[in-house]
């Protein structure tokens, strides 16, 4: 199916590794010019290294630097002619419970979430209002909808910007800018293969992922692959999902329990 994304220019924070890097991927083979930053110089260029150069910008980024945002938009913009879509993606986990979690954590947390949401619309708005297919996906978690405890303020960060990203679809539309987020559940991107091996268990990783997705209540049995969550970021990018803004797509294996 042809996504009508050939030829558009779309921007990937955090597209180093992940999520990130398998969406970059995907708009790369839809025909699509991407533009995408990191904070690590040596990891972004060995992900961008084997991916089409043509049709590719990289560039060292912190989506909490309102200058180096605006920067990267704008060579973006030269090096491409504009903007079409934003994919807001940087940011992290904070695995810490009430008591562990300082001030500081907080202070942190809410910054990197809301800077790299709102540092690169800023910066791209104009771009994307000359746009006539604009559309913004805001990577986001499951944790925005049911919070947990060990990850006190990740989860309050996330239903922030859940709430933030209704607000923008309002705000945004009169201008033909769409506005959408997708809500991950467990997602393997490393990370999970780091903690098998650090774990000591004696299973195979299939076997140990089975179990893991089994305590978490996950339908599916699995974790998630982060190709299936760039399928779900395109398709919302994509001109054929003109009519969709402010609603959340959940790509979890069916460990949403919420019915909002």
């Known amino acids: 199916m042809d996504l009508g994304l050939a030829d558009r220019t779309v921007l990937v924070t955090g597209g180093s590794s992940g999520v990130g890097l398998a969406t970059?991927?995907?708009?790369?083979?839809?025909?699509?010019?991407?533009?995408?930053?990191?904070?690590?110089?040596?990891?972004?260029?060995?992900?961008?290294?084997?991916?089409?150069?043509?049709r590719l910008l990289t560039g060292v980024c912190d989506v909490r630097d309102p200058g180096?945002?605006?920067?990267?938009?704008?060579?973006?913009?030269?090096?491409?002619?504009g903007v079409d879509g934003l994919v807001n993606n940087a940011?992290?986990?904070?695995?810490k419970n009430l008591d562990e979690s300082t001030a500081e954590d907080w202070r942190d947390e809410l910054e990197l979430k809301f800077s790299g949401v709102l540092n690169p619309l800023h910066a791209?708005?104009?771009?994307?209002?000359?746009?006539?297919?604009?559309?913004?996906?805001?990577?986001?978690?499951?944790?925005?909808?049911?919070?947990?405890?060990?990850?006190?303020?990740?989860?309050?960060?996330?239903?922030?910007?859940?709430?933030?990203?209704?607000?923008?679809?309002?705000e945004l539309a009169p201008e033909g800018i769409r506005v959408n987020s997708v809500c991950l559940g467990l997602v393997d991107t490393g990370q999970w293969t780091r903690r098998h091996a650090a774990s000591?268990?004696?299973?195979?990783y299939e076997d140990w992922q089975a179990e893991l997705a089994a305590d978490r209540?996950?339908?599916?049995?699995r974790l998630g692959r982060a190709e299936e969550v760039a399928y779900?970021?395109?398709?919302?990018?994509?001109?054929?999902?003109?009519?969709?803004?402010?609603?959340?797509?959940d790509v979890c294996g069916g460990v949403g329990r919420s019915v909002l």
Request: aromatic residues 2%; contains cysteine.
């Open 24 to 54: 970059v991927r995907a708009l790369l083979a839809e025909g699509a010019r991407v533009a995408t930053c990191g904070r690590d110089a040596g990891r972004l260029a060995r992900a961008a290294a084997p991916l089409d150069g043509d």
């Open 68 to 81: 180096a945002v605006r920067d990267f938009v704008r060579q973006t913009a030269d090096t491409f002619g």
């Open 91 to 95: 940011g992290q986990s904070r695995m």
């Open 124 to 170: 791209a708005r104009p771009h994307l209002t000359a746009s006539d297919a604009a559309s913004v996906v805001n990577v986001n978690a499951v944790l925005a909808k049911q919070p947990e405890t060990r990850l006190i303020t990740t989860s309050a960060a996330r239903a922030g910007v859940l709430n933030l990203s209704k607000s923008l679809a309002t």
């Open 200 to 204: 000591g268990s004696g299973l195979s």
């Open 217 to 221: 209540g996950i339908a599916l049995g």
């Open 232 to 249: 779900a970021i395109t398709t919302l990018l994509s001109p054929l999902a003109s009519y969709i803004t402010g609603t959340s797509v």
